[in-house]
């Protein structure tokens, strides 16, 4: 146990200096193109899957957030809102890159995200044919209180948001990878792989309901898994397609049809599951 614990420590705490680089360059870029982003994909009109799909793909505070938000006020199509949530990245790229994964796996997953984002929202948009106008706006600052890390509040500046999310993410990667090595060694790392990869539907069946979890915990833990063994490429993505943030739960918020979002819900994992068998048929590694 001392040796679970001292490893767990070890490989969280070392992530802490790149988490904190990352994160301070995130929150600059949200301080100075939040605003210009959420207005982008607000003018993008039959474009909207494409903008909202490379912009989802940007971690950017309350983003995700603020598209639940727009689509309920009719300002963003359905098409946009699907391809926002589904290029949506979270915390995967901070602990992608604070864990030193290659620049060609981080571009490959983000690749597949844009462009299954962009094609599937564009793909929704031309069966239902809805372009709705504006009823009401939301600020993605008001958003970011969900997470309460108060990302839009000016007089903060951008270093306590960034320490604020680098511990949040530390703490969460510290359970993880202590519940990963607990589990590992109590059970055995080739049953857990075994599990997972060789088994490789029910790993991407798993992986999107991980996903679905409104919270950053479920792309910290879909990245930790993908990068210690144990889930396989078509798993990581599809856990990583159903994953938005806490887009689904602003959605649910400020959308009162039920039956439309438990729809919309039903619908993303439908994707990052066909999407996650897809690239494992196809032997995306």
Known sequence: MKEIILDSVTDGMRMVPFLFLTYLVMEWLEHKTGDMTKKAVEKAGH??????AVLGAFPQCG?????????????ITLGTLFAIYLSTSDEMLP???SEAAGAGLIIRILGCKIVIGMGMGF???????????AEE???IGELCSHEHCHCGAD???IVRPALYHTLQI????LLITFGLNLAVYLIGEAFLTDLFSQNGILGVLLSGLIGLFPNCASSVLVTQLYLEGVLDFGAMLSGLLTGSGIGLLVLYRVNHNWRENLGITAGLYLIGVVCGIAANAAGMM
Request: charged content about 20%; overall charge positive.
């Open 123 to 133: 793909v929704i948009d031309l069966l239902l044919r809805r372009q709705r106008k």
């Open 155 to 157: 007089d903060r500046g």
């Open 47 to 52: 474009f909207g899957p494409l903008i909202g």
């Open 63 to 75: 983003f995700s957030a603020a598209a639940g938000s727009l689509y309920a006020g009719r300002v």
């Open 137 to 139: 706006q939301i600020h």
């Open 95 to 97: 602990v992608l890159i």
């Open 170 to 173: 530390t703490c969460f990667v």
